[in-house]
């Protein structure tokens, strides 16, 4: 009888460290994640199921997933294009935007980019774009977002298969 416990267990230890494995990749590394709404049309679209990368480095232009804190909670979970770095200055006027009172070439932007104010970003902070400025709502309304409340980069998208791959 103990020999045949002895057994079971054995037989099921490749499953349990495959288990745990999973679980750890999910927490600490990669996890899919999926697209909601029009904000990052036209290069994203409802629906789309990506990759998050929970160790990705930061750039201008990264795709990011961040909570949209409201009131010190949680309201939702974003996905949005990094424009602004931490202690840079941003801004829109006729429609260019600015970062450290230099025009940058935004070629992600889709619709008219309505003006904002001069925004000088904290040591922790990132000023997020949705590539659909008509309807984004992003750091233009929420203010900018804090390191902390960015769970990773994504570029990688897993459904639909006929858009699987890496995108910009």
């Known amino acids: 009888m103990k020999e045949e416990k002895k057994n079971w267990v054995k037989e099921l230890m490749p499953y349990i460290v495959v288990l745990i494995i999973v679980i ?84 992600y932007g889709y619709g008219e980019t309505e003006d904002f104010a001069q925004v000088t970003l904290g040591e922790d902070e990132y000023f997020l774009l949705g590539d659909n400025r008509s309807i984004s709502l992003d750091s233009r309304i929420i203010g900018p977002v804090k390191a902390k409340d960015i769970e990773g980069t994504t570029s990688l998208v897993l459904w639909p298969l006929k858009k699987f791959g890496q995108i910009k």
């Open 24 to 107: 750890v990749i999910r927490t600490f590394f990669f996890t899919p994640v999926r697209v909601s709404g029009l904000s990052m049309f036209d290069t994203l679209e409802g629906g789309e199921v990506m990759i998050l990368n929970k160790l990705g480095k930061l750039e201008r232009f990264s795709m990011v997933v961040a909570d949209m804190v409201v009131d010190g909670k949680k309201d939702d979970t974003i996905i949005k294009r990094v424009y602004g770095l931490p202690g840079e200055t941003i801004k829109c006027e006729k429609g260019n935007i600015y970062i450290n009172d230099r025009k940058i070439d935004d070629n």
